[in-house]
């Protein structure tokens, strides 16, 4: 089983408090540097200046009055004074005897198993040595240092729950949408809201929506597809039913045949029907389908083949006009679907020794033109329109037509960025269906 990830939240709080506790560490380290040198430097400082106080106020051979109240506050001192034969003038009290310093300023000195720092002042008549114990220096300098540290260790946890706190409402809008979402139930496919979302999230909030909205209409087309099915199958299957028990009345040989032709072709009618129904549904939802070049006059030249044998039972005649060669980007099964229904609703309105005439052109704009007219009775202005809608027919037309193949050439042709325009054929006299392309559908020939 795959370990989930860890969430944004956690990660990007984790990495935020790894970063203040590197930068705390950092800057407390950064400080206790900064204070144990400047310790060292006040030290040093303080050192020469009691050196240089003690220059003015010492005797020639003894130490009076003003130089001891200057060496009074000199904690862990030695001060010693010693004349230029070598001869001690004073030390401190209570204070270890070092040797004399040679070198003149600062330097560090081993003596009675410890270390000191030691700074010697020569003047015309003495030589004034300070020195203080590096032990106690260590130790005075590290509380300086602690003191300067303390308020970066102490403020350290303070920023760590700021960030903690800042990181929770950051991500607030995105913790409300996700309870949002796990709300919702399966037929909920409304927007999310985008209010107060980080830019950084908006973007694929506002693809999701677009993914809801997709799937809301390919929802609504499912709900429309089985509400018409439903509808429309349930006549045929009626019939059907009729015909059967027709056929079980049926007391003689020529009934049961009568009775039998007619339940077969209410059999080919509920056929037809389903394989439309299944054809509308699936063009209505293949607009992502992968498109190639097609040439329309050869795709309509294999339609019209499929169709002759109909035809020449009827005494129809069909013919094929137009470029020789005119290519399109689309789906090569989709067009095929669009031909058959065009050819085939102008046989099914058009009367016996009639004409279908198929015209494939492209104008001089640019605009690619698919035209089907017949001789039949044609389509009144007033539904020509309606046509195009599932499950309508024309009232009073001849045949046993479902109302859905001019309904499937209209999803085709939008599918494929075309147009169904439906008029009267002013060669032909009866009903002209033509599909127009935009100039950019396919390359020119």
Known sequence: ????????????????????????????????????????????????????????????????DDALAATRGA???????????????????????????????????????EDWRVYALETPSQVIQIAQAERARRRIAGQLALRAVLPVALLAPLLMLIVWWVVGRALAPIERLRRQLAARGAADLAPLPTGGLPAEVLPLVTGMNGLLARLAAAWQQLADFTADAAHELRSPLAALRLQVQSLQRADTEQARAVATGRLLAGVDRATRLVEQLLALARHDGDADAVREPVDLPVLARQALQEADAEAQARGIALRLEGDASLWLDARPQALAVLLRNLIDNALRHTPAGGQVCVAVQRRPDGVAELAVEDSGPGIPAAERQRVLDRFYRVPGAAGHGSGLGLAIVQAVARRHGAQVVVQASPRLGGARLAVIWPAAAGPED
């Open 75 to 113: 904690e862990e001192l030695i001060i010693q004074v010693w004349r230029a034969d070598g001869i001690m003038l004073y030390r401190s009290p209570s204070a270890r005897l070092l040797p004399p310093q040679t070198v003149i300023g600062f330097s560090h000195l081993r003596a009675g198993d």
């Open 1 to 64: 089983m795959k370990t989930p990830a860890p969430s944004l939240r956690a990660r990007l709080t984790a990495l935020l408090l790894l970063a203040v506790l590197l930068t705390a560490a950092l800057q407390a380290a950064i400080t206790w540097r900064t204070a144990l040198a400047e310790t060292e430097a006040v030290f040093d400082a303080q050192m020469e200046r009691i050196a240089l106080s003690l220059t003015g106020g010492l005797a020639a051979s003894v130490l009076g």
